[in-house]
């Protein structure tokens, strides 16, 4: 996912920011009660 987010918007020399939840539904410390991780990637290019 990182790779391809730097891909598609051409970054070369930037910073990523990934960030994982358990995913949708009520807060919780049983991580049975989610189906699935919500995963986000954020990538930006470095401004000189």
């Known amino acids: 996912m990182i790779v391809e987010t730097c891909r598609r918007n051409e970054i070369h ?24 991780s919500t995963v986000v990637v954020i990538a930006d290019a470095i401004q000189l």
Do not use: F, N
């Open 13 to 36: 020399d930037g910073y990523i920011r990934v960030v994982v939840s358990r995913g949708v539904g009520h807060l919780s410390l049983d991580p049975s009660k989610y189906a699935e």
